[in-house]
């Protein structure tokens, strides 16, 4: 397949930056072909500029200033996103990419002011993640990172699309055991995607 893999954090030699580097040579070595997007690496601007925002629903002319990512986007049949969790959601940059990329004409259309998603080139999704906190304390907030993935995202790809949402939880306590225990569950994972 080919596979997107969106990558966002600042810090290659970060325990997410090893999952990003297994990621990419997992899907590569099964024959995917992998478009590594690693939005720090590429310098990616995640602010919507005030011009975006008024030309928003300007479908054709709104992918202008993001036409290369939306290309990537639109000639993927897969997703994997390496990321970890701030603040109970996506890092700035991952959201900002969201709010760039994912525009009126890509991922959803708009009429009568209703929205109708249409990423529907995107057949298969697995999200890759670590929380500094525990699993109960991210349950007991409702876990937004997970809810954005499982729920908001898999309404916008392909219908019956398969998901898998990896979560290394409670890094504040991780040991080389439990990150090495998630990195095989990972390479696992990338090996069967
Ligand atoms: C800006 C920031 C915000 C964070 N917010 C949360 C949070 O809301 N919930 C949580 O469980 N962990 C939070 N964390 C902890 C990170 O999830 C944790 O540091 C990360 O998963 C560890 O992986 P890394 O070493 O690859 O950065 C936050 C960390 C940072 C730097």
């Given at each position: 397949m080919r596979v997107l893999v969106i990558h966002a954090h600042p810090v290659a030699e970060s325990f997410n930056g090893a999952l990003h580097r297994l990621v990419v040579e997992r899907l590569t070595a099964k024959g995917h072909e992998v478009d590594d997007c690693d939005l720090y690496g590429e310098g990616f601007n995640p602010l919507l500029t005030r011009e975006e925002r008024i030309g928003y629903?300007?479908?054709?002319?709104?992918?202008?200033?993001v036409a290369d990512y939306v290309e990537r986007v639109r000639s993927a049949e897969a997703l994997v996103m390496c990321y970890p969790v701030w603040n109970f959601g996506y890092p700035a940059m991952l959201k900002g990419f969201f709010d760039r990329v994912f525009l009126p004409g890509v991922s959803f259309t708009m009429a009568d002011g209703k929205v109708k998603p249409c990423l529907h080139n995107i057949a298969k999704v697995a999200a890759v993640t670590s929380y500094g906190g525990t699993w109960l304390r991210a349950t007991l907030v409702g876990n937004p990172p997970r809810k954005s993935v499982m729920r908001v995202l898999r309404a916008i790809v392909k219908p019956a699309a398969p998901f898998t949402y990896l979560a290394h939880y409670d890094m504040n306590r991780s040991t080389p055991e439990t990150r090495e225990a998630f990195m095989k569950k990972v390479a696992a994972a990338m090996d069967s995607f």
């Open positions: 629903h300007d479908i054709g002319d709104n992918l202008a200033p």
